[in-house]
């Protein structure tokens, strides 16, 4: 008999044999790597597979709410087929393509419904049929539809974009996310600006997300829950966008990890703030107290706006001219994080929370490696933010 560590090097050994004769082996059989990752891989009992990817509990709770509340259309896409006149399952001379059968799809396609393109868009489907056709020597059952309309595009509406079917007034739902993901795959849309919001960086990079975010007017927008500092970075440094999605959105629906909006019907008419303070000739001042004396210890959210200089000797110099970075600090607020001011900028709006009778104190200061830089805040304008109280404590986690 083998002695135990003559058997275990022997394994170990044949180890590498055992996936060579596997790729050397793999045409004539196709699953061979796969049985033996299912031999290694311990299924999970809890584990569910969305696009092909499996997703932990928590994110499979996060998609199921998605799905939930954001009505995602029934998908399916043309075949892979390049004869008999088409292409990529396309028709290249009349409006007809073969798409994948499934009983589902052939339940719910129906004369009279409309499928939307990534290209052509919206097209009002005229005819079904159930065909058997062999493609590739294979005999296989799909849909035929034949549509109204000019011809399709086989390269942008054929395989492997999506094909969505719709109702007669139905629409693809609009998302915009903070950070794009599972629900912009199902719908193969993305940010007309940046997928991330972290990536909008600078002036006009910032700028222009607003806008973006203002001219899209999507259905519904998914955030992440301000529950760690970065969350809480996110909302300082971009509160212009924040601002923006609680006056137009409401708060649909709460993920383990993100926040669902909805859009409100009456969302995006012009919305004037009036300032309830200011307070001017600040620049020989370090610190400033916000005097809003007031009665109650029930939390609430300030807005304020700053107008302020800076001067940098090391402006012109590469490298050197990031060091110096400028500081708001709400010390005696209940402020998860110093506010760092962009130094592109003359004027920066910032939110704080407040949840007793202190009036908050706002300190100025600057931190670098290198001397000379210098911040000087001219101008202090300060209002109450307007909201549901339910929404400022999911938008702020306040509780989290």
Same mark, same amino acid.
């Given at each position: 008999? $083998?002695?135990k560590?003559?058997f $275990?090097?022997?394994?170990?050994?044949s180890i590498?044999?055992?996936f060579?004769?596997?790729? #050397?082996?793999?045409?004539f059989?196709?699953d061979? $790597? +796969?049985?033996? %990752?299912?031999?290694?891989?311990?299924?999970?009992?809890? =584990?569910?597979k969305?696009l092909?990817?499996?997703l932990?509990?928590?994110w499979y709770?996060?998609?199921?709410?998605?799905?939930?509340?954001?009505?995602?259309p029934?998908?399916?896409?043309?075949?892979?087929m390049?004869?008999?006149?088409?292409?990529?399952?396309?028709?290249k001379?009349s409006?007809?393509?073969?798409?994948?059968?499934? !009983? *589902?799809?052939?339940?719910s396609? /129906?004369?009279?419904?409309?499928?939307?393109?990534?290209?052509? @868009?919206?097209?009002?489907? =005229?005819?079904?049929?159930?065909?058997?056709k062999?493609i590739?020597?294979?005999?296989?059952?799909?849909?035929?539809?034949?549509? %109204? @309309?000019?011809?399709?595009?086989?390269?942008?509406d054929?395989?492997?974009?999506?094909i969505?079917?719709?109702?007669?007034?139905?629409?693809?739902p609009t998302?915009?996310?903070?950070?794009?993901g599972?629900?912009?795959?199902?719908?193969?849309?993305?940010?007309?600006?940046?997928?991330?919001i972290? &990536?909008?960086?600078?002036?006009?990079?910032?700028?222009k997300?607003?806008?973006?975010?203002?001219?899209? !007017?999507?259905?519904?927008?998914i955030?992440?829950?301000? !529950?760690?500092?970065?969350?809480?970075?996110?909302?300082s440094?971009?509160?212009?966008?924040? =601002? /923006?999605?609680?006056?137009n959105y409401?708060?649909l629906?709460?993920?383990p990890? &993100?926040?669902?909006?909805?859009?409100?019907k009456?969302?995006?008419l012009?919305n /004037? %703030? +009036?300032w309830?303070g200011?307070f001017?000739?600040? =620049?020989?001042?370090?610190?400033f107290?916000l005097?809003?004396?007031?009665d109650?210890d029930?939390?609430d959210?300030i807005?304020? %706006?700053?107008e302020?200089?800076?001067?940098?000797?090391?402006?012109f110099f590469?490298?050197?001219?990031?060091?110096?970075?400028?500081?708001?600090?709400?010390?005696?607020?209940s402020?998860? +994080?110093?506010?760092s #001011?962009?130094p592109?900028?003359?004027?920066f709006?910032f939110?704080i929370?407040?949840?007793?009778k202190?009036n908050?104190?706002?300190?100025?200061?600057?931190?670098?490696?290198?001397?000379?830089?210098?911040?000087?805040i *001219?101008e202090i304008?300060?209002?109450?933010f307007h909201?549901?109280?339910?929404?400022?404590?999911?938008?702020? @986690?306040i509780?989290e």
């Amino acid at each position: 008999m $083998l002695s135990k560590k003559s058997f $275990l090097c022997l394994f170990y050994n044949s180890i590498p044999i055992i996936f060579f004769l596997s790729f #050397l082996f793999k045409p004539f059989f196709p699953d061979a $790597l +796969q049985s033996l %990752e299912n031999l290694s891989h311990k299924k999970q009992l809890h =584990e569910k597979k969305i696009l092909g990817s499996y997703l932990d509990p928590l994110w499979y709770e996060h998609f199921r709410l998605l799905e939930k509340h954001i009505p995602i259309p029934l998908f399916f896409s043309s075949i892979p087929m390049d004869e008999d006149g088409f292409q990529n399952g396309i028709s290249k001379d009349s409006t007809s393509l073969f798409v994948e059968y499934s !009983k *589902k799809a052939a339940d719910s396609v /129906q004369e009279g419904k409309y499928v939307h393109f990534k290209k052509s @868009g919206k097209r009002k489907i =005229e005819k079904v049929e159930i065909a058997w056709k062999p493609i590739y020597g294979i005999r296989r059952k799909y849909i035929k539809l034949y549509l %109204e @309309g000019t011809i399709l595009s086989p390269y942008e509406d054929g395989y492997p974009y999506r094909i969505f079917l719709l109702d007669k007034d139905e629409n693809k739902p609009t998302v915009w996310s903070t950070y794009s993901g599972i629900v912009e795959a199902l719908l193969e849309v993305h940010n007309p600006d940046t997928d991330y919001i972290i &990536h909008a960086l600078g002036e006009k990079r910032r700028d222009k997300y607003v806008e973006s975010f203002k001219k899209t !007017k999507c259905d519904y927008a998914i955030t992440i829950k301000n !529950k760690w500092i970065y969350g809480n970075w996110l909302l300082s440094s971009n509160w212009d966008f924040y =601002e /923006q999605l609680v006056y137009n959105y409401d708060i649909l629906c709460i993920a383990p990890s &993100h926040v669902i909006w909805k859009k409100k019907k009456d969302a995006f008419l012009e919305n /004037q %703030e +009036q300032w309830e303070g200011t307070f001017r000739n600040l =620049e020989d001042k370090k610190e400033f107290t916000l005097p809003l004396n007031r009665d109650g210890d029930n939390y609430d959210i300030i807005i304020i %706006e700053a107008e302020y200089s800076i001067e940098n000797p090391w402006k012109f110099f590469p490298f050197f001219n990031n060091f110096p970075r400028y500081f708001i600090d709400p010390v005696n607020a209940s402020a998860k +994080q110093t506010i760092s #001011l962009p130094p592109y900028k003359k004027v920066f709006r910032f939110p704080i929370f407040i949840k007793n009778k202190e009036n908050p104190k706002l300190e100025f200061y600057v931190r670098s490696l290198l001397p000379g830089a210098s911040l000087k805040i *001219k101008e202090i304008r300060y209002r109450y933010f307007h909201a549901p109280q339910k929404t400022k404590e999911i938008l702020f @986690g306040i509780f989290e």
